[in-house]
């Protein structure tokens, strides 16, 4: 195993919304980053780099986190933009319960253990955030964003239900169930 990631894949109405959301600036804005691939949205957790990974031991890790939580809430809120490595991204800001910032950083504290950290799970201030559109963006960067804050609102509230764990193809490993333990 080289790379794996630790995400939050939204479920029902904050699903087929944000689902809805990456679609509309795609077609609209004719941009493809975020729908290179079939769009799912995510929260992501942990992010992991490449290199020697014992998958055991990640899904160990997750599982040994997930036990202290049940229901863990969180609210989507907004739009938010970063510079990022391959240019700006535009997501959904998420609002982190601070049941969620803690699960996140205990996440990144025994997964770091394991494997070296993205730089992203070292910074104090964790991103939540699910992308809406992103890489090929830059040039209708002010277009889309006066769009979305001009005629989209998002205000969903959330509950992290399950833990997901990915390869490095983003197909899923395992997910681990907050509620069922």
């Known amino acids: 195993m080289t790379e794996f990631f630790v995400e939050f894949w939204f479920h029902g109405y904050a699903k ?3 689902k809805g959301l990456i679609w509309k600036v795609a077609r609209k804005f004719r941009v493809r980053g975020a729908i290179k691939e079939r769009p799912v949205p995510h929260m992501a957790l942990f992010y992991g780099t490449p290199g020697p ?3 055991r031991k990640v899904l ?7 036990r202290n939580y049940r229901l863990v809430p969180f609210r989507v809120e907004g739009f938010d933009w970063r510079d990022g490595e ?9 609002a982190a319960s601070p049941e969620l910032k803690r699960l996140r950083q205990e996440l990144a504290e025994e997964l770091s253990k394991i494997c070296v950290p993205h730089r992203f799970d070292t910074q104090p201030d964790f991103w939540f955030h699910s992308v809406i559109a992103f890489k ?3 040039s209708k960067f002010d277009q ?3 769009y979305l804050n001009e005629t989209e609102k998002l205000s969903i509230d959330q509950h992290l239900l399950r833990i997901t764990v990915l390869n ?14």
């Open 168 to 181: 490095e193809n983003r197909r899923i490993i395992r997910e681990y169930d907050l509620m069922l333990q």
């Open 86 to 94: 391959k240019g700006k991204v535009i997501a959904a800001y998420i």
């Open 144 to 146: 889309i964003w006066r």
């Open 136 to 138: 090929d963006i830059d």
């Open 53 to 55: 990974v014992d998958i």
């Open 60 to 66: 160990a890790a997750v599982q040994t986190i997930g």
């Open 16 to 18: 087929r919304r944000l």
